[in-house]
């Protein structure tokens, strides 16, 4: 039977059948050293000529980088050996070849996005495909454990929630219709049968800047409860954030390890409370602290999110935006109307926003006022609108990019990284 390499190196001695893929070999004319890679970890494998029989041995001259292959041997401890352990080998069988495997080491990064294709098979990529797959189960776990249904949305939507300028028309049979940038619309009319829900789907955005943060299809993690206040909606936010980093930190150290991740600062997100702050205070923060002058109203950039999450090396909770720098929905504040209580969390180490989220605008007037101010027809978010008229309640939610938390936990340079298959505006192959 085969096992894993994990459970070779764990079994430390005796028996072992394996199979992957070359990770990298060298030899002479009796010796060939062959590292076997599978999922799960790396292993040295020796074939000595006089051990093996004659087909072994031609089949493992042929093994080269990438080529498939399974053995049979006795696996003995090795301190010298890449991960402590080395099977001897005494069957060994060539299953596919690799020739002229294309990737070398030190290659460009645009070679690489051109093979990705290829260079999932790196170690650099597996581990951060491995990370991903624990945020997506931890994503899932957090709202089941409270209490939420998962619920979809359509992809194919007849109205932009998230502004004009970054949607993507699909030609629907003649019409135009939308890739979804939310799915908020379709998710305020569900809490008032399900209250408390959540998704994580694609969702899409014709952005047009080549940045280190946006893609123009990303997996987006989006939660709607009714009854909810600004607050709370903040508060799951920090507690699902937490949460996922507790169990990546749990699930995940060798692959973190694998790329280098000071995990010091995880750790802090994990243990320590997230900062909230009003985009007021942010402001006057940027001003005393960095020489930053920002006219009241103006959306926060890049420069100053990084800015202002140098300054405090933790999750940023900034709140009470300016009503006209943010969406239609979000709720004005009671007190003081030029606001609205919308909040963006802000990574450390300058990997910018990471959730967007807010509480709802339940007066249906002034949403139809908004909607006109940008230019919208309030006819066609009927559906929407509805939700205010029967029996409409206090209520919020919010939206994490999946792909922007993946590039903080790994500390990643660029958000290509962080998906298999990154869709730009420049690729959309491989
Ligand atoms: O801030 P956004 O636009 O908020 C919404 O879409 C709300 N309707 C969410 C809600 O309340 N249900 O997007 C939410 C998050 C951002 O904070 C960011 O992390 C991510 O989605 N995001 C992107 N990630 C990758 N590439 C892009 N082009 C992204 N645009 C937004
Ligand atoms: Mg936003």
């Known amino acids: 039977m085969f096992i894993s390499v994990k459970e070779a190196i764990k079994k430390g001695s005796g028996e072992v059948k394996l199979r992957g893929w070359c990770y990298r070999a060298r030899g002479s004319n009796a010796l060939r050293f062959i590292i076997l890679r599978d999922a799960t970890d790396i292993i040295q494998c020796v074939v000595e000529?006089?051990?093996?029989?004659?087909?072994?041995?031609?089949?493992?001259?042929?093994?080269?980088?990438?080529?498939?292959?399974?053995?049979?041997?006795?696996?003995?401890?090795?301190?010298?050996?890449?991960?402590?352990?080395?099977?001897?080998?005494?069957?060994?069988?060539?299953?596919?070849?690799?020739?002229?495997?294309?990737?070398?080491?030190?290659?460009?990064?645009?070679?690489?996005?051109?093979?990705?294709?290829?260079?999932?098979?790196?170690?650099?990529?597996?581990?951060?495909?491995?990370?991903?797959?624990?945020?997506?189960?931890?994503?899932?776990?957090?709202?089941?454990?409270?209490?939420?249904?998962?619920?979809?949305?359509?992809?194919?939507?007849?109205?932009?929630?998230?502004?004009g300028s970054t949607l993507f028309s699909v030609n629907y049979f003649g019409k135009p219709v939308y890739l979804a940038q939310t799915w908020q619309l379709y998710a305020e009319p569900a809490i008032f049968a399900l209250e408390k829900i959540y998704t994580i789907a694609p969702s899409f955005r014709a952005e047009k800047s080549k940045t280190s943060r946006h893609l123009t299809e990303y997996w987006h993690a989006e939660m709607e409860v009714a009854w909810a206040t600004f607050k709370d909606i903040q508060d799951y936010g920090e507690e699902l954030i937490k949460h996922v980093i507790k169990r990546v930190l749990e699930k995940n150290q060798e692959e973190l390890k694998i790329l280098n991740r000071d995990t010091k600062i995880l750790e802090k997100v994990r243990d320590e409370p997230f900062i909230r702050m009003t985009y007021t205070d942010a402001l006057k923060e940027l001003k005393e602290k960095c020489n930053i002058d920002i006219e009241w109203g103006k959306?926060?950039?890049?420069?100053?999110?990084?800015?202002?999450?140098?300054?405090?090396?933790?999750?940023?909770?900034?709140?009470?935006?300016?009503?006209?720098?943010?969406?239609?929905?979000?709720?004005?504040?009671?007190?003081?109307?030029?606001?609205?209580?919308?909040?963006?969390?802000?990574?450390?180490?300058?990997?910018?926003?990471?959730?967007?989220?807010?509480?709802?605008?339940?007066?249906?007037?002034?949403?139809?006022?908004?909607?006109?101010?940008?230019?919208?027809?309030?006819?066609?978010?009927?559906?929407?609108?509805?939700?205010?008229?029967?029996?409409?309640?206090?209520?919020?939610?919010?939206?994490?990019?999946v792909e922007r938390l993946i590039s903080f936990i790994c500390h990643l340079e660029n958000i290509k990284d962080a998906i298999p298959f990154p869709r730009t505006m420049l690729r959309t192959t491989p």
């Open 299 to 401: 959306d926060l950039r890049t420069i100053e999110e990084d800015e202002l999450s140098k300054l405090h090396n933790q999750f940023l909770i900034v709140t009470n935006y300016p009503k006209e720098v943010k969406a239609f929905y979000m709720k004005e504040d009671d007190t003081d109307p030029k606001v609205v209580h919308g909040c963006d969390f802000i990574a450390p180490e300058c990997y910018g926003e990471i959730i967007g989220g807010s509480e709802r605008e339940s007066d249906l007037e002034k949403i139809r006022t908004r909607l006109l101010d940008q230019g919208e027809d309030p006819e066609k978010y009927t559906f929407y609108l509805d939700t205010r008229r029967y029996g409409s309640v206090p209520h919020g939610g919010f939206g994490m990019g």
């Open 49 to 163: 000529k006089d051990k093996v029989s004659e087909e072994s041995w031609d089949d493992a001259q042929k093994i080269d980088v990438e080529a498939s292959f399974e053995l049979s041997g006795e696996i003995v401890e090795d301190k010298r050996a890449p991960t402590g352990y080395e099977v001897k080998v005494k069957e060994i069988k060539l299953i596919g070849e690799s020739i002229g495997w294309p990737i070398q080491k030190d290659q460009s990064t645009e070679l690489l996005a051109d093979l990705k294709h290829l260079w999932l098979r790196s170690r650099y990529m597996t581990s951060i495909l491995k990370i991903r797959s624990t945020v997506f189960g931890a994503i899932h776990e957090y709202f089941r454990s409270k209490g939420f249904y998962e619920f979809q949305s359509p992809i194919f939507q007849a109205t932009q929630a998230e502004g």
